[in-house]
C-alpha cells in the first residue's frame, strides 16, 4: 500500500487524544497531499475508508484484550533490530513469572513464531502474503483473526511484533494498549531524524545491541538527542539481547504495567 502520511504524529484522528504521548500538530492533513496525482481525490477517499475500517477493528481488539485482562504491547522496530531475539529472551527469562503469548508479524515465513517455540508461551504468525497482500506492517483486522486463534484467558501480556518497517507500522493501531520500538545501534544516530513518525508513536525505546558498541563509530549520546529532539517523553533503556544487559530494566517496565492495569470487570 506505500506511504500513507496520515497525521505529523502518527495518529489516526486528528480529534483523538486517546494515544499516549500524543502531540498534536495540524501542519499536516490526515491523509496527506495528494495533489501530485490525477487521482488524488480518489486515493484519500481510499485511505479514509481503510482507516476507519482499521480503527473500528482496532477497537473491537482493544474491548476483547480488556475483558480478557490482557495487555497487549505493539513491538515495531527496522527489520533486524533484534525484536525476536528481545522477545525470546524476554519470555525465557519471564517463565513462570508472566503469562505472555506472542502474535508475529511478517510478510513470509514462520521462521520467528519457530524461534519462540517451547517457552511456554503461545505463538501465532500472520503472514502478509497470505490473504494480506503482503502488506509491510500489521493492522488491526491482520491482529483480530490472530486473536481469535489464542486463548486470551489464559494471558496477561501479549506481544504483537509488527513487520520490520520504520515507516507505516507507526500508523496503523492495531488495538494494543502500548507502543514500543526497538533501535539497535548498528543503524546509526540519525533515525530518529529520518523516521520522527515512528519515533514520536512509541512510549519507550530499546536501544539494542549495546554490546557491539567497541566494534562501532556509533555515538549513543547524540542519538538519545536526536530521540529527545522528537520525542522528548519517550523512555529510553540501554539493552542487548544477546548478554542480557539492561533486561531487568525492561523487565521492570513490563511487570509495573501489568501491575498499573485494570482487572478485568
Ligand atoms: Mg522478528
Ligand atoms: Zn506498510
Redesign the pocket.
Given at each position: 500500500m506505500g506511504r500513507f502520511h496520515r497525521h505529523a504524529d502518527g495518529t489516526v484522528h486528528a480529534h483523538d487524544h486517546d494515544h499516549p504521548g500524543h502531540v498534536h500538530d495540524h501542519a499536516d492533513d490526515d491523509h496527506g497531499d495528494h495533489s501530485g496525482y490525477a487521482t488524488a481525490s480518489e486515493r484519500i477517499q481510499v485511505l479514509e475508508r481503510i482507516f476507519d475500517e482499521n480503527d473500528a477493528a482496532a477497537d473491537a481488539n482493544r474491548r476483547s484484550l480488556d475483558a480478557a485482562g490482557v495487555v497487549a504491547i505493539n513491538l515495531m522496530s527496522s527489520p533486524g533490530s533484534g525484536?525476536?531475539a528481545v522477545l525470546e529472551r524476554t519470555l525465557a527469562e519471564l517463565r513462570g513469572r508472566i503469562r505472555a503469548g506472542v502474535i508475529e508479524g511478517d510478510i513470509e515465513t514462520g521462521l520467528?513464531a519457530e524461534r519462540l517455540s517451547g517457552l511456554d508461551a503461545p505463538v501465532t504468525q500472520i503472514n502478509t502474503a497470505a490473504g494480506w497482500g503482503g502488506e509491510c506492517h500489521l493492522d488491526a483486522p491482520m491482529v483480530a483473526g490472530a486473536l481469535h486463534r489464542l486463548e486470551l484467558d489464559g494471558l496477561e501480556l501479549l506481544f504483537i511484533?509488527n513487520v520490520?518497517n520504520l515507516v507505516c507500522p507507526a500508523e496503523f493501531d492495531v488495538g494494543a494498549h502500548h507502543r514500543v520500538m526497538i533501535c539497535s545501534v548498528t543503524e546509526g544516530e540519525d533515525k530518529p531524524l529520518k523516521y520522527p513518525v515512528m519515533f514520536r508513536a512509541v512510549e519507550l525505546v530499546l536501544i539494542n545491541k549495546l554490546d557491539l558498541l567497541p566494534h562501532l563509530d556509533y555515538d549513543l549520546a547524540l542519538f538519545e538527542h536526536n530521540l529527545a529532539e522528537v520525542n522528548p517523553d519517550a523512555t529510553v533503556l540501554r539493552v542487548s539481547a544477546r548478554t542480557g544487559e539492561g533486561l531487568e530494566q525492561w523487565y521492570g517496565w513490563l511487570l509495573d504495567l501489568l501491575r498499573a492495569a485494570p482487572t478485568p470487570a
Open positions: 525484536k525476536t520467528d511484533e520490520g
